[in-house]
């Protein structure tokens, strides 16, 4: 009975705790009272049950004297009352204990209530929080629309002539020979938004050489074929802003030409003036010549004793007195075959010491008899001066250095029939391939200038420049002062080879031995680059010549082309859009949530080839194509911003810098306001994929997220695609090919693409950090996963790839990176086919060809962003990249793509971006940058 009354109490005072007071003392009253009293009659009732009736003795001796006169029937009474309240109580008792664990339920499920009602709030808060910046982001946008004056053009409309040329009389001779732009060129037909048509006369209707004499069949076709793949070629000669005329390779051999010496020119002037858009005097008319034989070995230039009029001549080879500086333009002669992977003739660029320090091959004929110098006596003084430079290098050949010098001057002449020596003094020696042999040993190549100084290029010149680059000899040109080489308005030669005056052949030994190895690389870099870009083959000869003259006028090239976006959903069937489960990834504020927001594109198309049309032609442009923006585009000044410039950009705290707080409200930076694309690349893992997806939701300065789709069944019509916030393109791909992971898709409306496993995890925190170390790398690979190449030590000849955790790193990995959307355009122009054609091949090896193909532009390593190394989410099915073929297959594409480019562009790195206040001390009522990273 104690322990009852005692585990009563505690219950009570348990009990107390929760319930109300009233109910408590009422509760207690009754229970004060009652208990006594029922425990004494059940103690005195089990005495009375337990003892028998010889004990009934001692119950009278112990009862008193006044409860022994008590009737028994009324105690009996009496004590069955006490027994029905007992159990009444008893019963309430019970009731009682009930609704305490009512109660207490009740309580706790309030509490929990609580809480939640907190988290919501946080929540909310978070959220109230976020549309507050995102309002500032909008009313500051709001303003710079009101503030704006310089509003963004429209596109122009294409601004085309539409009539032919005017027949006019033609110009006299005295001025078609001081012919230049502003007198002899007509700009009306060529609208800065024409967009440059070009026109050509189809060289078997219009022949414009002399019976007898045609087109080299072979050069007329891919010149034909070549040209119909250059945009700017038009069927509609009435829009024409140029008419290229091909006089090209004449066959007929040129010692019938003339009875009695007489020089008889192929090219018939009667015939151009009959072409039918000629207008009198060949106004805007291209001349092109590119001849392979040197016709000027008999007539001195074709065009000679012909009337060209106002037309602009093309050719290889050309005197002083004939080239009109700023009109006629100097090419190469079309040596190489009509495109395709070029690279497949290069050397490799190392070592970059070769064999020989210096060669030549070559018959220098000293005597003349042989060589029939109609137009261009010479005088005494050359003569000597040759035979000195002659007997110079003679006695450099004997010298006792370590430097092998290889000098041929008499060997068999080359039987090659497309060249002729020409009015040169010395001729060509072995056959094309003989001389490959050496120039592929020559760290530097000699090439004379030709001896008369009436000539200021020849197609033997260019000729040997041409096979100089293409097998990496830098070409030493001696004379090279009085030569013009081709594209010379745009083209730095001083970047490719070395000109040095005649005089100098005393010095040339010394000049060339100071010279070092990073030099003689950066001589064979730049001599490659504008061997493929503008020599290699005749498609990149006939765009450059069409591009040099589109310059001129500072016209800019059509657009690049992008790949049609074609959506996986049609009409019938679109995707069943749910707000995903779960909570949001972060609570943690880290940008506005801003509409999408497209990058400002195609704003330099008139002042981009002015600014920087020197680096577009001999660094990391290209000339050929209009992009809409371009990693490299110059940053304005910091001030800019504040002092009128200021369209765009979002600075932290309006410019007054701040904290962790501030931060999160604005982008800060160099650079405008912009947003990022997400770029996933999926194959038949739905389920990820969507995992994947919805992962962003609510993740600031996301644009969009475009999914390439390499599978050819469509999706399961049953998915529920997650909605979050964002724009989700799913795009069908051609074929189920790697190379789709960097298509350069017409949805993809910002800079900044973030190209992602299908499977990679990555925070918010993180994917934004990355986007802000990107905006300050724009021209680099900004990501996680950090790779090396390693020498192998093993067969000491080449590269192995190497994914092993280190403190160096020369590739960042593009399933998790972010890229300027520029490179995915290079991926598919500029880099050689043979790249792609082996990472589908492979199926692999596409992140280590962007690699490649950044650090070959650049020059600089990738960026590495915080410490996340790889993605692979766990319970993921086994990506295909864990076993050990993958791993051969990366060995052997570092050292293929090596092979491609000549060498190995990648660049080591030890630097990794973190935030910068990562652990670092700040006071209280600030806040990190990001509260995590
Ligand atoms: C006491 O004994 C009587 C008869 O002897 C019986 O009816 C009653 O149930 C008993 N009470 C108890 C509490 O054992
Ligand atoms: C620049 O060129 C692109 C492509 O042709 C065109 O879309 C854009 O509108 C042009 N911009 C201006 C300002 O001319
Ligand atoms: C060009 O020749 C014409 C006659 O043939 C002459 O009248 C004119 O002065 C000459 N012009 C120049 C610039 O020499
Ligand atoms: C739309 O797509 C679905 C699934 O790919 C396909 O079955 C259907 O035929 C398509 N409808 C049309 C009109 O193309
Ligand atoms: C990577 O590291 C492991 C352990 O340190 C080592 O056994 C392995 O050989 C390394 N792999 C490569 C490719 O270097």
Same mark, same amino acid.
């Given at each position: ?44 009732? %089990? ?144 609208? #800065? ?21 045609? %087109? ?7 010149? =034909? ?87 602009? @001549? ?16 100097? %090419? ?107 120039? =592929? ?11 008369? !100084? ?14 100089? #680059? ?19 308005? %745009? ?123 020197? $680096? ?90 475009? @999914? ?14 997650? !909605? ?20 350069? #898709? ?16 990555? /925070?918010?925190?993180?994917? #934004? ?8 790398? /724009? ?58 054609? =082996? ?6 090896? $596409? ?83 990001? =509260?995590?990273?």
């Amino acid at each position: 009975m104690i322990q009852l009354k005692s585990e009563n109490r505690q219950q009570f005072c348990y009990w107390l705790a929760h319930v109300k007071l009233s109910r408590i003392v009422v509760t207690v009253l009754a229970i004060l009272i009652f208990t006594p009293l029922i425990t004494h009659f059940y103690l005195s009732k %089990v005495e009375r049950n337990s003892s028998t009736s010889l004990n009934s003795a001692r119950f009278h001796l112990d009862l008193s004297d006044e409860f022994s006169s008590i009737n028994e029937i009324d105690l009996r009474v009496g004590v069955e009352e006490l027994v029905r309240i007992r159990n009444s109580v008893l019963s309430e008792l019970r009731n009682i204990e009930k609704k305490r664990q009512e109660l207490k339920q009740e309580l706790q499920t309030f509490s929990k209530n609580v809480e939640e009602a907190k988290l919501d709030l946080a929540h909310h808060q978070n959220n109230l929080n976020k549309l507050k910046i995102s309002v500032e982001q909008a009313q500051v946008a709001q303003q710079e629309a009101l503030q704006e004056n310089t509003p963004d053009l429209a596109a122009p409309k294409r601004l085309t002539s539409d009539t032919l040329p005017p027949i006019l009389q033609p110009i006299p001779r005295n001025r078609s020979v001081n012919c230049k732009m502003f007198s002899c060129f007509d700009h009306s037909r060529c609208s #800065l938004t024409s967009g440059f048509p070009v026109y050509l006369y189809d060289p078997d209707q219009y022949p414009v050489m002399h019976d007898g004499w045609d %087109v080299d069949g072979f050069l007329k076709t891919t010149l =034909k074929q070549a040209l119909g793949l250059n945009p700017h070629l038009t069927s509609n000669p009435a829009q024409a802003c140029i008419y290229l005329v091909l006089v090209g390779e004449a066959l007929k051999d040129a010692d019938d030409a003339g009875e009695n010496g007489e020089i008889f020119p192929p090219l018939d002037s009667e015939a151009l003036k009959r072409l039918p858009y000629w207008g009198g005097d060949g106004r805007n008319h291209i001349l092109l010549n590119l001849a392979r034989r040197d016709l000027s070995a008999n007539s001195g230039d074709i065009f000679s004793v012909v009337d060209t009029g106002r037309a602009i @001549v093309v050719q290889s080879t050309f005197t002083r007195r004939r080239f009109r500086a700023d009109f006629d333009l100097i %090419v190469p002669p079309v040596l190489g075959p009509p495109g395709g992977d070029i690279w497949r003739e290069c050397a490799p660029m190392l070592p970059a010491r070769r064999r020989y320090l210096l060669s030549f091959q070559g018959e220098i004929k000293s005597n003349k008899s042989n060589v029939r110098h109609v137009a261009y006596p010479r005088d005494r003084d050359d003569v000597e001066l040759n035979s000195f430079i002659l007997d110079h290098l003679r006695q450099l050949v004997k010298t006792h250095t370590s430097d092998q010098i290889s000098l041929e001057f008499e060997c068999v002449p080359a039987n090659d029939d497309f060249m002729d020596t020409g009015p040169q003094d010395w001729a060509l020696c072995g056959t094309d391939s003989s001389r490959r042999g050496v120039l =592929k040993d020559s760290t530097f190549v000699l090439i004379f200038a030709p001896a008369s !100084d009436e000539l200021l290029s020849t197609t033997l010149l260019q000729a040997r420049v041409y096979e100089a #680059l293409r097998a990496g000899a830098v070409p030493v040109v001696l004379g090279g002062d009085q030569v013009k080489l081709a594209y010379d308005e %745009v083209i730095q030669w001083r970047r490719v080879g070395i000109f040095v005056p005649r005089t100098r052949v005393t010095e040339l030994h010394f000049l060339l031995r100071s010279i070092p190895d990073e030099d003689i690389l950066l001589f064979r870099r730049q001599g490659r680059l504008v061997w493929e870009r503008y020599l290699s083959s005749v498609q990149a000869t006939l765009d450059t010549i069409i591009a040099v003259l589109r310059y001129r006028m500072n016209i800019p090239a059509l657009p690049v082309e992008t790949v049609t976006a074609v959506s996986v959903f049609n009409n019938t069937f679109q995707p069943v859009l749910v707000p995903p489960a779960g909570e949001l990834e972060q609570e943690e504020s880290l940008g506005p949530l801003e509409p999408s927001y497209n990058s400002p594109a195609f704003r330099r198309n008139f002042s981009l080839l002015l600014t920087q049309g020197h $680096e577009v032609w001999n660094d990391w442009g290209d000339p050929f194509r209009l992009y809409p923006t371009l990693p490299m585009d110059p940053i304005l000044p910091s001030d800019a911003k504040f002092l009128g410039s200021g369209r765009g950009f979002r600075p932290i705290g309006n410019g007054q810098g701040g904290a962790g707080k501030e931060f999160s409200e604005a982008l800060g930076g160099n650079t405008p306001r912009e947003q990022f694309t997400i770029m996933l690349l999926t194959y038949e893992r739905e389920q990820v994929l969507l995992d994947s997806i919805s992962r962003l939701r609510g993740l600031p300065y996301l644009h969009s997220v475009v @999914v390439v789709w390499n599978s050819p069944r469509p999706p399961n019509p049953e998915l529920r695609w997650p !909605d979050i916030g964002a724009p989700v393109h799913v795009i069908k791909a051609a074929r189920n090919s790697l190379n789709n992971r960097f298509l350069p #898709l017409e949805n993809l409306q910002t800079e900044a693409i973030l190209s992602v496993d299908d499977d990679a995890h990555l /925070r918010h925190d993180e994917i #934004l950090f990355g986007f802000r170390v990107w905006r300050e790398h /724009r021209d680099r690979i900004v990501g996680f996963p950090g790779r090396f190449h390693a020498w192998d030590l093993n067969t000491k000849n080449g590269w192995l790839y190497n994914s092993n955790y280190s403190c160096e790193l020369s590739m960042v990995l593009t399933g998790a990176a972010f890229l300027h959307r520029h490179y995915l355009h290079l991926y598919w122009t500029w880099l050689p086919q043979a790249i792609r054609d =082996k990472v589908d091949e492979y199926m692999n090896c $596409e992140d280590i060809a962007m690699n490649f193909l950044v650090s070959h532009i650049t020059r600089k390593p990738p960026v590495k962003v915080t410490s996340r190394w790889t993605f692979r989410c766990p319970g993921c099915p086994q990506s295909l990249s864990e076993d050990d073929t993958h791993f051969q297959e990366r060995h052997k594409c570092i050292n293929f793509f090596t092979q491609v480019f000549g060498y190995t562009p990648l660049l080591n790195t030890q630097y990794r971006a973190d935030s910068i206040l990562f652990k670092t001390r700040i006071p209280h009522d600030k806040q990190k940058c990001f =509260k995590f990273i």
